[in-house]
């Protein structure tokens, strides 16, 4: 090798070791911003931990509460025609189709200062219905169509009592109640 020739050489090695160490540190510096930005993400997902008194109360111990939910309906029309549109609610087509009508008539829940609580429901159906209209609010309602092929709740009733004695635990009584079923099938059941 000719002496500029490893001049040559050992300047290319000098640049190269320069352009490594550059790009070292720029590698170093980025790391370091997504460093920080990672921590400042995670920042915003943390939560503070507040300290709890012992003589707080739950917000539920301190209201009574009722809700009250009636007239309940889900049908699901049982149909092959695909070209059918069913109307829409309110309309005055009154096209009927068979259907799977799920429906309850109340819904009653209550609760008394977080200590007792009481919820009840009335008249809980599925039923096959031969004639269902989706315009006609009255067809959502099980107790309106006299039919077969359904099961029936006439109702259900749950009672639940908590008793705080002076240590921490605390004792559940529930008391529940089904007022039998209803099963009511024909032979026009396989139709649906």
Known sequence: MQPS???EVGDFVDHIQAEMLDRKEQRALELATFKEK???ILQTFEVG???TSPDTRPWLDSY???V???NIGVAFPLTHDLDLQLP???SRDSTSVPAFLWSIKSIEFGTDRGQTGEAEMKLF????I???RQSVPDDYSGENHITRNRLVYPQMKAQLRAARPSSALSHIYVKADVSGFILDLDSSIPSY
């Open 68 to 70: 009250s939910t009636r």
């Open 5 to 7: 020739s490893i001049g």
């Open 130 to 132: 031969s004639c269902f």
């Open 38 to 40: 990672t921590r400042r």
């Open 49 to 51: 931990i507040q300290e």
């Open 88 to 90: 829409r609610v309110g």
């Open 64 to 66: 009574i509460i009722k």
């Open 125 to 128: 159906s599925f039923q096959f």
